[in-house]
């Protein structure tokens, strides 16, 4: 019912930036919540930012003042703007989506994305 497609991943060097996107479609009236999610090999599974479709944001601490969620609804877009980039946010990062509830921050989402390969180098 809501299909998800991420872009944007790549690599680069510590410091610097990426914009991660994800293109909703399907039932985007009832998808009350996007976020971005995260996990590199031998991790859980990160919450990384969600952003309701009120508008409401929210962060894991590992990416407060460096990362931004946003979203444009005539696109159907929301994206992840990642500024000032660490080894240590390297990770497959995967966009989702949850329906008829606005509790965002949870891992609860039940769409998902293929994932796209974030890699961030010394």
């Known amino acids: 019912q809501v299909q998800l497609v991420e872009s944007g991943g790549g690599s680069v060097q510590a410091g610097g930036s990426l914009r991660l996107s994800c293109a909703v479609s399907g039932y985007t009236y009832s998808t009350y919540c996007m976020g971005w999610f995260r996990q590199a090999p031998g991790k859980e599974r990160e919450g990384v930012a969600s952003i309701s479709s009120t508008g409401r944001t929210t962060y894991a601490d590992s990416v407060k003042g460096r990362f931004t969620i946003s979203k444009d609804n005539d696109k159907n877009m929301f994206t992840l703007q990642m500024n000032s980039l660490k080894p240590e946010d390297t990770a497959m990062y995967y966009c989702?989506?949850?329906?008829?509830?606005?509790?965002?921050?949870?891992?609860?989402?039940?769409?998902w994305g293929q994932g796209t390969q974030v890699t961030v180098s010394s």
């Open positions: 989702a989506a949850r329906r008829w509830s606005y509790v965002c921050e949870t891992n609860e989402y039940g769409y």
